[in-house]
């Protein structure tokens, strides 16, 4: 699990895997393959880890408030593979993010895998969203006996 800590503009990252120990940015291993990916423009740069960070932290300082910041770290390493589980503002409760990214994801790929399909096929051939609808059930009674889905 990764920890992360905002106050302000400072960030700070840990593991509890390593008994939760905080660093900035500048104390983390980064991968040279993902901040070329970032920023293609380091790669045959000798300072592109330090131009990352300075990258990073410019970045963060553009950014209104502890919540944008917030909102970006946990974006970015949701990108990248990671699930953000909790997350607290100034000692407060924890609040849950997996139900926002779950339902952002669920939205997502309703569309991409209903959503765009269906308007595709509905274009190629010519059929409204009724049309489609009583097509399927045409089909489901063709394949399962009477209407009460009996033999």
Not at 8 to 34: C, E, P, R, V, Y
Not at 48 to 54: G, L, Q, S
Not at 72 to 78: A, R, T
Request: charged residues 30%; hydrophobic residues 40%; glycine residues 8%.
């Amino acid at each position: 699990m990764i920890l992360i800590h905002i106050k302000g503009n400072s960030i700070t990252f840990g593991s509890t895997t390593f008994g939760a120990k905080m660093a900035d940015i500048s104390g983390l291993k980064l991968d040279f393959q993902g901040t070329i990916r970032e920023f293609p423009d380091l790669e045959k740069d000798i300072n592109w880890r330090e131009k990352a960070i300075e990258r990073f932290k410019n970045h963060i300082k553009t950014l209104k408030n502890e919540d944008e910041i917030a909102n970006y770290i946990i974006y970015e390493l949701k990108n990248k593979g990671y699930t953000p589980k909790l997350k607290e503002k100034a000692g407060f409760r924890q609040e849950k993010i997996e139900w926002t990214m779950a339902i952002i994801d669920i939205i997502v790929y309703f569309f991409l895998f209903i959503v765009a399909p269906l308007s595709i096929y509905l274009k190629r051939t010519g059929k409204t969203f009724v049309e489609f609808v009583k097509d399927i059930i045409d089909f489901f009674r063709e394949i399962g006996g009477n209407e009460d889905g009996g033999e």
